[in-house]
């Protein structure tokens, strides 16, 4: 068998952000994926009928345009191209009122009115120096590359979502921060949640929340090819179970979580770090739903039909309360639903004249409630008409998607809890948190810094100390 410097196991955005970061070295690479498809989280199907193309997971890349690593990457040149709907988000009111996030700061003047100066305090800093922060942000904890300008972010980044939300007067205002800060999926009071809002928030004027074209995996596709151009190699359907299996090699990099590292034979980690494996908190889980639609979405406000991404929840005050009674262990009637319409940008997603749409919703970890019926009354609610479009839709429960990717467990998209006490030192209380108790395994999944998102940053961290510790090669942070 041939042997390799490194061994990568996972083809999510950082199993191949590990692989390509160390394939770039000149070393021999092996990137292994159990499925049949690489992407991990960035895999398309047709989930409904066919010529429908739906995204699994991930849908919409603000983190993928503004990642340190992903934006150094020539993927144009592999095939990969972003389309931008009018309207970067939109948050629909029960009034019939929309707020709208635009790409153009100077366009929220209109949408925010008395709170656009407030909204402008907290943005405008992390907006003008993303390129000079994003490699703090999206790192383990360290000393920074740029102290102040960190320690300015962290003045509003570490505080809770509802502090920030006391500084707006609007209604506007407040709903469109709660729609951001719900990616999140924690509730509004805990530290560190404004944090997730004002980094999506600044990510949409700075980039765009932008849709690939043919699908998120498009994103894959794009970097395997250029891996692949490195002389880098891969194997699909290989579920690995026993590191004995596999081929010689140097290291090992693993893009998984701590469930799934537990499970692994033969990889000699010691009892200690097991335990901190073990105690590894995983956070509340999602259900989700693809609709193959006869037409487009006919949100009653008349502009979130012209929107990627469609916050649903209404007020700031409803989401918060939806969040929290979830994180709580409770199924609300009107949960806060992430609504994307990728097919209006992007004409291949659906059959000539008909329409995706693709939504989730937060439920506790491992339900297996069925969320269908709280999920279209919620989008039917700001576009009533809309089950009338329905041809067809593929559901898919917290345990559902732990079966189709087991790196999701219990439904969990981000790979851990992003609390203050997970957020920059997981899935183990360590500065280096991508090493184990094995000196040739590492961890490269977003159970590690900075956590979930298609960003890349959690493998290229994890390759990076590889190369520093067995190959004597620093790269640059």
């Given amino acids: 068998m041939k042997k390799y410097d490194a061994i990568i196991i996972g083809s999510g955005p950082n199993g191949l952000a590990a692989a390509i970061t160390i394939q770039r070295q000149g070393l021999s690479t092996l990137l292994i ?13 047709e989930l409904t009928l066919p010529g429908f193309k739906h995204d699994v997971c991930s849908a919409i890349h603000p983190m993928a345009l ?45 949408e925010l009115g008395i709170d656009y100066q407030t909204y402008i305090t907290l943005l405008e800093p992390l907006i003008k120096n993303w390129e000079a922060l994003s490699n703090d942000l999206l790192s383990p904890l360290k000393v920074p590359q740029n102290p102040i300008l960190m320690a300015k972010f962290g003045l509003n980044g570490l505080r809770s979502a509802h502090h920030i939300a006391s500084r707006f007067k609007t209604q506007e205002a407040k709903a469109l921060w709660a729609g951001l800060v719900a990616h999140g999926i924690l509730p509004f009071s805990k530290l560190t949640t404004a944090a997730i809002g004002m980094i999506l928030s600044a990510l949409g004027h700075k980039v765009g929340w932008k849709i690939p074209v043919g699908g998120s995996q498009s994103i894959a596709n794009a970097m395997l090819l250029y891996y692949k151009s490195l002389g880098g190699e891969h194997q699909l359907n290989f579920w690995l179970e026993n590191v004995e299996d596999l081929p010689e090699h140097k290291t090992l990099l693993l893009d998984l979580t701590p469930l799934q590292i537990l499970k692994l034979n033969g990889l000699n980690i010691n009892d200690s770090y097991k335990k901190q494996l073990e105690n590894f908190r995983y956070g509340l889980g999602v259900f989700k739903i693809d609709w193959a639609l006869s037409d487009p979405t006919p949100f009653k406000d008349g502009k979130s039909q012209f929107a990627s991404t469609v916050h649903l929840g209404n007020t700031y005050e409803e989401i918060a309360r939806s969040e929290l009674e979830t994180y709580n262990g409770k199924l609300v009637e009107k949960p806060f639903v992430l609504f994307a319409q990728q097919s209006i940008v992007d004409p291949s997603r659906a059959p000539k004249g008909n329409h995706t749409g693709w939504a989730y919703c937060h439920v506790p970890h491992g339900s297996s409630m069925d969320r269908t019926e709280a999920i279209e009354n919620q989008i039917e609610r700001f576009a009533p008409g809309f089950k009338d479009t329905i041809l067809a839709k593929s559901t898919m429960n917290t345990m559902q998607l732990q079966n189709y990717n087991p790196n999701y467990v219990g439904g969990d998209i981000n790979g851990g809890q ?23 395994v590492y961890i490269a999944s977003s159970s590690t810094p900075p956590g979930g998102g298609v960003h890349g940053m959690c493998g290229f961290h994890a390759a990076r100390i590889a190369l520093k510790d067995h190959f004597n090669i620093k790269i640059e942070n």
């Fill in 66 to 110: 503004g990642s340190p690593f992903m934006r150094k990457l020539p993927l144009s040149d592999f095939g990969l191209s972003f389309k931008s709907a009018e309207y970067q988000v939109s948050q629909p009111l029960d009034s019939g009122n929309s707020v709208l996030l635009h790409q153009d700061l100077n366009q929220m003047k209109s």
């Fill in 33 to 45: 994926e159990g499925a049949d498809t690489i992407g991990g989280g960035m895999r398309t199907k």
């Fill in 418 to 440: 992003m609390d203050i006490l997970q957020l920059f030192t997981r899935p183990t209380k360590s500065l280096t948190p991508y090493r184990t108790s094995n000196p040739k």
